[in-house]
């Protein structure tokens, strides 16, 4: 009974304005370990429960919700009223937004997300090439796709072009063992399993190759407009702490604590250093909406549109809402180098897909 | 008596041969596809011991009792209402087996967006599962009631209602228990496809995704071993409840339907 | 014509009312229109599918899929049901074997298929044979079984051959049954090939609901539903009436 009673709450919730609310749901992606662990600038204040600190006077708890199915499980939560604030990928963030969903891009994520293809040790293919009409494995609806998908196209190819299967990473990395699948689209936990010589990495774009960096992945941090709606003031204040922990943590001479944060679900500390090379954490991380990150956001929302992967283009200046990370920046981020010569408020976000 | 313990004991022989011959090679050696028993025995208790198991099996049975009784209980209503109505089956029957071709699993993206990945989509699909044999069972049950039992009622002056109670319902018992018990394994077939389909859930199936995922084969035995007995219990206990419950008709002649929907 | 329209259009009505509800449902956005797409939508969709030509590729890929694990599994479960249907003594030492092994349900022998024997065809064909299997099974040797015996005194009476007896009186009795078990079977066969393609696939229809799924396009998950419901009412229409042409003296049942 009381699940019934619940579940039809549940249904109310989407549906209605509900008096206030007791919890924020923030929503982690999931990871090959299956650890509720955050990384990056969210990870640190997981870490130091600043949003749970915050949002303690007025009793409102912060509910950290796991979801194993990444970004495409993610955007099912936006839909149905479960998810409140997220940091989630590239692709999946396109596709919530062309698909309809209501959310509004608040905070820009990281740039530089690399992806790994790899094959078996023993396999004979040597080039993308080679691949073609081979089985791959990827998770569908996640960065790792969207890159794909770029790289794929600069060879003039498509999806179509090759069995593709959906695999998680565990999933993935069995099935390339067993010689299931001829190569498999993963994160950077396929760097050690090629040192231990469990698989061999045929491309990657954690390479100097400008055209690699150019398809590299990047996040967003969405917040779902009924919560914005409702609760302008709490989402304030949830992006206030965000540039607070990126003040705390964006600091070149903190680069172990970075890469510790990173490694923290369970990724082997090395493959972190690798991922990461020799690229400028704090660079990748900026919480600004500046030009560097803005390109980015619209050539891969014109990638996913060529490729047929949305089907309507988005206009970035109804999702992109700058107002919370303006405020933010003035009253926390006064000190941090990566905030300075920001823009004031009043400029504007212009151009979708397409157009610049 | 020994008769029967015979024909008990003669089918156990292949089955008892088959895990014997298993253990006996895989004791020689290790294979990842076929792990010996033992191994999956160790798995489960290893499971039991740090309550895991436990953990499972609650949440499970949790899903499908709630989708089982809801379920079985709009199906009977249900298959009363197109069995003692004729305008009913005109209108819902033609539905509901229109309905029922619909493979359930395919409802689960569209639930899990609904409403979320929590149990609700589960017991949802269970209950649609669930619904099905039964209802076509106390529609078939009732349907086979010869006229004359019926005219039998109305000679009598009985309402329609009571109709149903008093003639109806005990002659179409054997095709409602029928109906029951493949509603109670389909049902649990079902809940471990809404688990397995559905991802990081907490249930049973959790033991075959992690063989799965991680590919050991020991687990994704144990996994089976698991769910097959407790069907089988749910199925053993059933059948008992029935024969203990009410008169059970053996005809030669009566083959209830094996509708399972 | 009155009994036309009591049988067809009856039953059409309801249909037309749950198509009435979605549509006003969608319209009025009493369910936000991410999670229910108009009707209008949705059948776009499929049109697209068809114009594209990916409708006919994944269907045609499932179709196969289920074409040949029906064929195997049916036909192992006609085997063995009818070997086991006349032979007691069968029944008793191989019965209980089948019977431990049709505890487990069915959609648990998914993982393990897809160790053994992968993700590609292999796996999925074994796991749609295998759902098949029982269905008919038992109810082909429960047809065989319930042969009446007076059916059998007749033949004897008649002094008919062993041959002419399966024929004559095993065949045409055990049918009704045996019909029974395909038409369920076909039913749980399109649901594993679903599931199958649900799990780990590159095309067929399953694979395109998890496609759209993962791409957060709806309507095209609402249209999956729709076709797999479709094709699954037209398999069990087509076996309703095989049926009905096969075995005319027995009446409708269900």
């Known amino acids: 009974?009381?699940?019934?009673?619940?579940?039809?709450?549940?249904?109310?919730?989407?549906?209605?304005?509900?008096?206030?609310?007791?919890?924020?749901?923030?929503?982690?992606?999931?990871?090959?370990?299956?650890?509720?662990?955050?990384?990056?600038?969210?990870?640190?204040?997981?870490?130091?429960?600043?949003?749970?600190?915050?949002?303690?006077?007025?009793?409102?708890?912060?509910?950290?919700?796991?979801?194993?199915?990444?970004?495409?499980?993610?955007?099912?939560?936006?839909?149905?009223?479960?998810?409140?604030?997220?940091?989630?990928?590239?692709?999946?963030?396109?596709?919530?937004?062309?698909?309809?969903i209501d959310t509004r891009l608040i905070v820009p994520g990281t740039v530089g997300q690399n992806i790994y293809v790899a094959t078996a040790p023993q396999s004979s293919l040597r080039t993308l090439l080679d691949l073609r009409g081979k089985r791959i494995g990827y998770m569908k609806g996640t960065y790792l796709h969207l890159s794909w998908v770029r790289l794929i196209r600069h060879l003039g190819l498509s999806e179509r072009d090759f069995k593709v299967f959906n695999l998680s990473q565990t999933e993935g990395a069995a099935a390339l063992q067993s010689g299931h699948i001829d190569a498999y689209v993963g994160v950077n936990t396929f760097l050690d399993l090629a040192t231990r010589g469990g698989a061999r990495i045929l491309y990657t774009t954690n390479t100097k190759d400008a055209q690699a960096r150019e398809i590299q992945g990047f996040s967003v941090v969405v917040a779902s407009s009924r919560f914005a709606r409702e609760h302008p003031d709490l989402l304030q204040r949830w992006v206030n702490v965000y540039v607070r922990a990126a003040v705390a943590v964006l600091d070149e001479q903190k680069r172990d604590e970075w890469i510790r944060l990173a490694a923290k679900p369970g990724y082997p500390l090395d493959n972190i250093r690798r991922d990461l090379g020799e690229n400028s954490f704090v660079e990748q991380n900026a919480a600004v909406f500046d030009e560097r990150y803005l390109a980015k956001l619209r050539s891969g929302i014109q990638a996913a549109l060529e490729a047929g992967l949305i089907r309507r283009d988005i206009?970035?200046?109804?999702?992109?809402?700058?107002?919370y990370l303006d405020k933010a920046l003035k009253t926390e981020a006064a000190s941090a180098t990566w905030a300075k010569g920001y823009p004031s408020v009043s400029a504007s976000i212009t151009g979708s897909g397409g157009r610049p | 008596m020994n008769a029967k313990a015979g024909v008990i004991a003669k089918g156990l022989v292949l089955p008892l041969l088959l895990v014997a011959a298993w253990t006996a090679l895989t004791s020689?050696?290790?294979?990842?596809?076929?792990?010996?028993?033992?191994?999956?025995?160790?798995?489960?208790?290893?499971?039991?011991?740090?309550?895991?198991?436990?953990?499972?099996?609650?949440?499970?049975?949790?899903?499908?009792?709630?989708?089982?009784?809801?379920?079985?209980?709009l199906g009977f209503a249900t298959g009363t209402l197109v069995g003692s109505s004729r305008i009913a089956e005109r209108f819902l029957l033609p539905n509901v087996h229109m309905f029922r071709q619909v493979p359930l699993v395919g409802w689960i993206p569209l639930l899990i967006v609904w409403f979320g990945l929590g149990d609700l989509s589960r017991v949802?699909?269970?209950?649609?599962?669930?619904?099905?044999?039964?209802?076509?069972?106390?529609?078939?049950?009732?349907?086979?009631?010869?006229?004359?039992?019926?005219?039998?009622?109305?000679?009598?002056?009985?309402?329609?209602?009571?109709?149903?109670?008093?003639?109806?319902?005990?002659a179409a018992l054997p095709w409602i228990r029928t109906g029951s018990l493949l509603s109670l394994s389909f049902g649990w077939t079902i809940l471990v496809a809404s688990e397995l389909l559905t991802q990081s859930?907490?249930?049973?199936?959790?033991?075959?995704?992690?063989?799965?995922?991680?590919?050991?084969?020991?687990?994704?035995?144990?996994?089976?071993?698991?769910?097959?007995?407790?069907?089988?219990?749910?199925?053993?206990?059933?059948?008992?409840?029935?024969?203990i419950g009410s008169l059970c008709w053996r005809s030669q002649n009566i083959h209830p339907s094996n509708e399972t929907g | 014509m009155r009994r036309f329209a009591w049988t067809i259009l009856a039953p059409f009505s309801v249909q037309f009312a749950v198509l009435l509800a979605w549509y006003l449902l969608a319209r009025f956005e009493l369910f936000p229109p991410t999670l229910l797409i108009p009707p209008q939508l949705v059948w776009q969709t499929i049109v697209d599918l068809w114009n594209s030509g990916d409708l006919q590729t994944h269907m045609g890929w499932s179709l196969r899929r289920v074409a040949l694990g029906y064929g195997i599994g049916a036909g192992a479960g006609i085997g063995l049901g009818?070997?086991?249907?006349?032979?007691?003594?069968?029944?008793?030492?191989?019965?209980?074997?089948l019977d431990i092994f049709k505890q487990v349900p069915v959609f648990a022998w998914a993982p393990m298929m897809i160790v053994f024997f992968g993700i590609e065809e292999a796996s999925k064909l074994a796991f749609v044979a295998v759902a098949c299997f029982y269905p008919v099974l038992l109810n082909t040797t429960q047809g065989v079984k319930s042969v009446q015996a007076k059916l059998f005194e007749v033949g004897e009476v008649f002094g008919l051959s062993p041959r002419q007896r399966f024929l004559r009186i095993v065949v045409p009795s055990a049918l009704p049954a045996v019909l029974t078990g395909l038409r369920q079977s076909i039913a749980l066969a399109w649901m594993a090939v679903v599931s199958a393609e649900l799990l780990g696939a590159e095309s067929g229809i399953g694979f395109y609901m998890t496609y759209s799924r993962q791409l957060f396009q709806m309507d095209g998950v609402l249209a999956g539903v729709l076709l797999v419901g479709a094709v699954g009412i037209a398999t069990n229409a087509l076996f309703g009436a095989a049926e009905r042409w096969l075995v005319p003296w027995i009446g409708e049942v269900a």
């Open chain 2, 28 to 73: 020689r050696h290790e294979s990842l596809l076929f792990p010996s028993p033992q191994k999956s025995v160790d798995a489960i208790v290893d499971l039991w011991r740090s309550r895991t198991l436990q953990g499972y099996l609650a949440t499970s049975l949790r899903r499908y009792v709630l989708g089982l009784s809801i379920g079985t209980a």
């Open chain 2, 124 to 170: 949802v699909l269970i209950a649609m599962a669930s619904l099905f044999p039964i209802l076509l069972n106390t529609h078939a049950g009732f349907r086979q009631i010869p006229r004359g039992y019926l005219e039998v009622g109305e000679v009598f002056g009985l309402s329609g209602w009571e109709k149903v109670r008093r003639i109806s319902l005990p």
């Open chain 3, 82 to 97: 009818a070997a086991l249907g006349s032979s007691r003594r069968l029944e008793i030492w191989f019965g209980p074997t």
């Open chain 2, 201 to 243: 859930n907490g249930g049973l199936t959790d033991i075959l995704d992690t063989g799965r995922e991680r590919f050991r084969m020991e687990l994704v035995n144990a996994g089976i071993v698991v769910l097959g007995l407790l069907g089988f219990a749910f199925n053993l206990a059933a059948t008992k409840i029935w024969s």
């Open chain 1, 315 to 323: 206009d970035l200046a109804t999702w992109i809402d700058r107002s």
């Open chain 1, 1 to 100: 009974m009381k699940r019934k009673i619940a579940a039809a709450t549940q249904l109310l919730w989407t549906a209605t304005v509900l008096a206030g609310p007791v919890e924020i749901h923030l929503a982690v992606v999931g990871n090959p370990y299956d650890t509720p662990i955050a990384t990056g600038i969210i990870g640190y204040a997981q870490e130091h429960r600043l949003f749970e600190t915050e949002f303690a006077k007025e009793g409102i708890s912060v509910k950290w919700d796991f979801y194993k199915g990444t970004g495409p499980a993610i955007n099912e939560g936006l839909a149905n009223g479960g998810v409140d604030v997220t940091s989630y990928g590239d692709l999946p963030g396109i596709l919530g937004k062309a698909g309809g």
